[in-house]
């Protein structure tokens, strides 16, 4: 069985986003999608602003990830979400 190492980048909208509180939003929606989280970062943007990239492993057959970028996108506080890099692995 094939796994995906994903890594989603979420963009908060202000420099004064609670990246803690972010993160404890984004987590169980990447549960609830059938994936794992395997860490969170923090990466400075620009002007305070820094984002969150979130490093996932879900089994290949779940497929695109796209309805999981849009339910993250849906989270207040977030402007943006995209998949930044992807590999897989057998497992």
Known sequence: MAMLIATLQVMPDSPEQ???QLTSA???LIEGF????EGVE??????G???L???????ESKGDLEPLEQKLSDIAGV???R???????MG
């Open 83 to 89: 998949v930044t890099a992807v590999s897989r692995t």
């Open 34 to 37: 059938g994936a794992k989280v």
């Open 18 to 20: 609670d990246l803690e």
């Open 53 to 59: 990239n979130i490093r996932i492993s879900v089994d």
């Open 49 to 51: 602003l820094k984002a």
């Open 42 to 47: 923090e990466e400075p943007v620009a002007f």
């Open 79 to 81: 402007q943006s979400v």
């Open 26 to 28: 984004t987590k169980p």
